[in-house]
């Protein structure tokens, strides 16, 4: 088996996959600060929650976009795993060509998420993730991770509203019944749901228009990735697990270095 670990802005999240099936996962918060043993003493019990044993873990894959954390995380796996884990990076083989001026400045997990879709579901495809930030990243068909695309997440976008203006409130994302909000709270949800749907269904289009790919596969991820698929025909898949499997694919690339 191996652990797969996602660090994003927001949270940390695990996943154990048993060959190509994902049969644990579970998070933690990002901005804790925590040492080594916190890491590791914190992962074994969430392992063990999941009836998953510390000794059946045969390999460690990381991607993360927050490098100070790095040291603490790495060091807890070496300690309490016993294993060197495979940090997503320069000298990685992922299957994909970064074709992009500055290849160094696309983060891993845009990587991760694009290795993800495009031998999932092949390309070219688009790949969303409804993170912290939205991105949209395009993979041709021969595996050239060509262009991206970076927006402001929709939880970005809610904590600007209730933090930069003193009389809204800290609300709930979630769809309102009608654009046709009449008090705060739902017109704050209808202005940030409804304009993400509305972002996404934009760019979408802009970039099969300036691509020429018209049959251009729309593949999305992310915590609130469901909730704006479901509102949208411009996406073709949601898929929650896609960076997990990013990051098995990637993993299992490797280990014939």
Known sequence: MILVIDVGNTNITFGVYD????????????????????YG?????????????????????????VPNIMHSLTNAIIKYQHLTPL???????????????HPNEI?????????????????????LDFGTATTYDLVLADGSFTAGITAP??????????????KLPEIEIVKPKTILAQETITSMQAGLVYGQIGQAEYIINRVKEE???KDLKVVATGGLGGLISE???????????????GLRIIYEKNQDR
């Open 19 to 38: 060959k190509e099936e994902l049969i644990a996962s579970f998070r933690m918060m990002t901005k804790v600060l925590r040492t080594s043993d916190e």
């Open 41 to 65: 003493i914190q992962i074994a019990a969430l392992m063990e929650k999941n009836e998953v044993k510390l000794e059946d873990i045969d390999g460690v894959v990381v991607a993360s976009v």
């Open 87 to 101: 940090v997503v990076g320069p000298g990685v083989k992922t299957g994909i060509k970064v074709a992009t001026p």
């Open 107 to 127: 983060g891993a997990d845009r990587i991760v998420d694009a290795v993800g879709a495009f031998y999932k579901y092949g390309g070219p495809v688009l790949v």
């Open 153 to 166: 997440g929709i939880r970005i976008s809610a904590k600007a509203l209730w933090e930069d203006t003193a």
């Open 211 to 213: 691509s020429g790919i």
């Open 231 to 245: 509102e949208t025909d411009t996406i073709d898949v949601y898929d929650r697990e896609l960076t997990l499997d």
